[in-house]
């Protein structure tokens, strides 16, 4: 793990991808925008599914649609590039359970769900590594609105609870609940799909969890313990659960004050505007001295800067985010060693 630590701490400057079948809507849900939704939660766009309450069955036939541009791994690749960053992390799955690659574990895949034809996930590995970035990929191991174990979620967090907290479903699919039982989805899903991304990538990274909720430190430990065994190169995050991970972090959009936060590896993930998915009405872009400033605070404090972007249902980056990232990045590499 000590050359991967190394690798981690020299890279500093990543660009993190939230991207799926929830782009094409843009933050939008039949003419309504999500921060409209009587339904409570975060007013994130790859949120959609459960700020409008959408059916599994529904949500479905809407991936249906998702065709991207197969430029899109280009494109992107170039981007992170011109930005000064040196790797990606993006969602092989988010909370919504659609897994961009193509999946034997799952048909709520891409090779499956929708029209396109190919792995979004290996294209975009391929075009990173032609650029000479690393790669990762961001993975909900807690929710998955669509396979996971919502139905089960009151009995399992019991279970799960050693401290007796009353249980909050907050973030569970508890509308319309798939019938899997936790350690069924860990057991058919989860754990066979990280299996599947090391394989289909043997130069992958990092693995950065989401949604540690409902885990035991056994599942947690499992998940840590098995990619140690396929590859003990790839870097985890601390989200996997029960602090396993190789690295902390700050939180989303915070950077730690001083004696704050003691660790020698630690990352700040920030969105550009306020959405890691795509939202077509959200056009409030930090300004290029914005992203400098936290670039600068986070990097002179030792750690990584995670920064996102939310390419559209196409694939397509919005346009202002792309300049500012551009301008962003002839600083970058002008300041920087490499
Ligand atoms: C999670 C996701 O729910 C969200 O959609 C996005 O993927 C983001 C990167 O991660 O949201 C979180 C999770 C944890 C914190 C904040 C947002 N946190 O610990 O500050």
Redo the contacts with the bound molecule.
């Keep these: 793990k000590q050359a991967a630590m190394e690798w981690y701490k020299q890279a500093r400057f990543g660009m993190?991808i939230?991207w799926g079948v929830y782009s094409q809507a843009a933050g939008s849900w039949k003419g309504t925008k999500v921060e409209d939704s009587p339904v409570k939660g975060?007013r994130?766009a790859?949120?959609l599914m459960y700020t409008f309450n959408i059916s599994r069955e529904e949500y479905r036939e809407f991936a249906k649609q998702f065709n991207p541009d197969s430029s899109f791994a280009a494109n992107i690749a170039k981007l992170a590039k011109d930005t000064g960053m040196k790797y990606v992390v993006i969602?092989a799955k988010?909370?919504d359970g659609f897994a961009l690659f193509d999946s034997a574990s799952s048909d709520w895949d891409v090779a499956d769900a929708t029209p396109y034809e190919g792995d979004l996930i290996k294209e975009l590995y391929d075009a990173c590594r032609a650029e000479g970035l690393d790669f990762g990929v961001?993975y909900?191991h807690g929710?998955d609105w669509m396979e996971g174990c919502d139905a089960d979620y009151a009995n399992v967090k019991k279970k799960n609870d050693p401290y007796g907290v009353p249980t909050r479903p907050n973030?569970k699919n508890l509308w319309d609940p798939s019938p899997n039982s936790y350690q069924d989805y860990l057991e058919g899903k989860a754990y066979p799909q990280i299996a599947e991304l090391i394989k289909l990538m043997p130069d992958l990274r990092l693995i950065?969890f989401?949604?540690e909720g409902l885990i035991t430190e056994a599942q947690a430990l499992r998940f840590y313990k098995m990619i140690y065994d396929l590859n003990p190169s790839i870097v985890v995050n601390r989200?996997v659960g029960y602090e396993y991970g190789d690295y902390m972090?700050a939180?989303?959009?915070?950077t730690p004050k001083a004696g704050e936060l003691v660790a020698k590896y630690f990352e700040t993930?920030g969105?550009a505007n306020h959405s890691?998915?795509f939202k077509a009405h959200d056009n409030n872009w930090k300004s290029t001295n914005q992203l400098l400033r936290n670039f600068v605070d986070i990097i002179s404090k030792g750690g990584n800067y995670l920064l996102?972007i939310g390419p559209d249902g196409k694939g397509q980056v919005p346009e202002p985010c792309a300049n500012n990232f551009v301008e962003m990045g002839e600083w970058v590499k002008v300041n920087s060693e490499a």
């Design positions: 993190f939230h975060p994130v790859e949120w969602t988010h909370h961001y909900s929710h973030g950065w989401d949604g989200r972090d939180g989303d959009n915070t993930c969105t890691w998915g996102n």
